[in-house]
Every structure is written in C-alpha cells, then in structure tokens.
C-alpha cells in the first residue's frame, strides 16, 4: 500500500501547544505557563534544526490561539517546508462542547492558521484525541483532507461522511505520544527510545505506519532532543521506510482509494 518500493510509512508529527491550554485553565498560574513557553522559546527551534540535520519534513498541529501569539516561529516551520496542521484553537476538549461552541472553534482555528501562513491546513488532529459526535462531520464541512486523532487501527484508512465526502484518518496510539510517556510515566530517554524503536521494528515488518506524536516542550528537552536524533538516524536504515509528512501520506491514500 505504500509508493515507490516502500514498505511501511513512519509519520513524525507535532503538537505545537505551547501555553493554550494552561492559559485556558489557569491564566494566572505563570509558572503553568512557563512550561508551554518552553516550547516556543526553546523546543521548537531545536527540533527545527534537527529535521534540517536530517532533509527531514514533519507535519506540525497547531492551535490557532499559538499561531496568533507565536508567529514567527509558526511561519518558520513553513519556510522550512513542514506542514502546518490544525489542533484546536485554545486546545479545547470538542467533547464537552455544543454544537455551536464547536463550530466556533473550528472557524477561529482555520480563520488563525490561514491568517498566518496564507493557506488553509489540510490536515486536523483533536485537542487530547477527543471527539464529540459532531467532529467528522465539521472536518467534512470545512474540508479537510485528514484527521489524525483515532486509535482503531495502524494504517491509515478513508472514512465516509455526509455529502459523499471523505476524510483519511491516520491513526495514533498512546505508547507513541511523549507526553503520555515522560510526563505522565516518568520514563527515561533511554526507556522511550526502546519503546519508539520496537514500534518501528514491528511496523516495518508487518507493513503498517507509525505516527509518532511529540510536543516541543517535552521533546525538546535537551536529552530528549537527543533521543529523537538517535531515532532518526535508526529509522533512516531502513531504506524502505517511507518517512513523509502526514499530508503526503493522507495524497497517496486518497489517490489509491479513487483508483480501488
């Protein structure tokens, strides 16, 4: 299912938080904050170096509240030729949300992201990988090409949706989000770095895609970054490994699906 020859497909993807959802909580706690901030002001930069240390490209999910406040750095991810996704507008739960309150979000974040980088994102991923009944629905309706939120398969798969439109989903897992794994398990470089690369392992054997979910903030901790570079570099030896950014991956989809 893959082009070119490949074998299985490893997608490198990034929640560029920053402080939205802190700042939607807790406004007045700084130190809070001060950990989203790390992200922009530190991160974020380093991770951009280190995909131009490896010619590769990333897709990053941005909310639109950061690329209102940060950006600079969110145009500098385009100019080096990543994706600008679409990951909220202050990293809402679209669980808890009317209809109404939803339909807002999604107007405010496409209206910030295409403010900023003068295109509208193609690509959407959920605010704590939560939907509301009404989610797919709104990705059809302001046109999206894909999601990348849900967690019931390892390749990448067409949803049907009203209006005979269709959206590709690109599935995720909690094992392969950083968050989940430093900031909640408390594992260590070394331990994330097993566990990432046993994924990729088996993927690549079984023909399936990874997509590994980062944040700036987390990985972009000086011996995490390091981590990351160590992965890449591991990946990279598998020569039919399709490493690509999550739009190219949902094109190649779509494009074979038409032709089912």
Not at 57 to 66: E, I, L, R, S, Y
Not at 79 to 86: F, L, N
Not at 195 to 202: G, L, M, Q, V
Request: proline share 5%.
């Amino acid at each position: 299912m893959w082009p070119k020859g490949k074998v299985a497909a490893l997608i490198l993807t990034f929640d560029f938080d920053a402080e939205s959802a802190e700042y939607r909580k807790c406004p007045d706690k700084p130190v809070k904050l001060s950990k989203g901030i790390y992200g922009a002001k530190k991160g974020l930069p380093r991770i951009l170096d280190l995909l131009d240390k490896h010619q590769l490209k990333a897709t990053f999910f941005v909310c639109g509240w950061v690329a209102e406040k940060y950006p600079e750095i969110t145009k500098e991810i385009m100019k080096r030729g990543h994706e600008v996704a679409a990951h909220g507008y202050l990293h809402e739960n679209l669980s808890e949300l009317s209809y109404q309150e939803e339909e807002k979000v999604f107007h405010k974040m496409i209206t910030a992201i295409e403010s900023i980088c003068k295109t509208k994102p193609k690509g959407f991923r959920a605010p704590y990988w939560e939907f509301s009944k009404n989610t797919l629905n709104f990705l059809g309706k302001y046109e999206f090409l894909y999601d990348s939120s849900l967690m019931d398969d390892d390749v990448p798969y067409v949803i049907e949706l009203e209006g005979n439109k269709k959206i590709v989903e690109l599935p995720v897992e909690w094992v392969l989000d950083d968050w989940q794994l430093f900031e909640v398990h408390r594992k260590t470089p070394a331990q994330v770095y097993e566990t990432w690369i046993s994924e990729i392992d088996a993927a690549y054997e079984e023909g399936t895609l990874t997509v590994l979910t980062m944040h700036p903030q987390c990985i972009g901790r000086p011996s995490r970054i390091r981590l990351l570079d160590d992965l890449i570099v591991y990946a990279k030896r598998y020569k039919k490994l399709w490493i690509a950014k999550a739009i190219d991956v949902a094109k190649w989809v779509l494009s074979n699906n038409s032709k089912a």
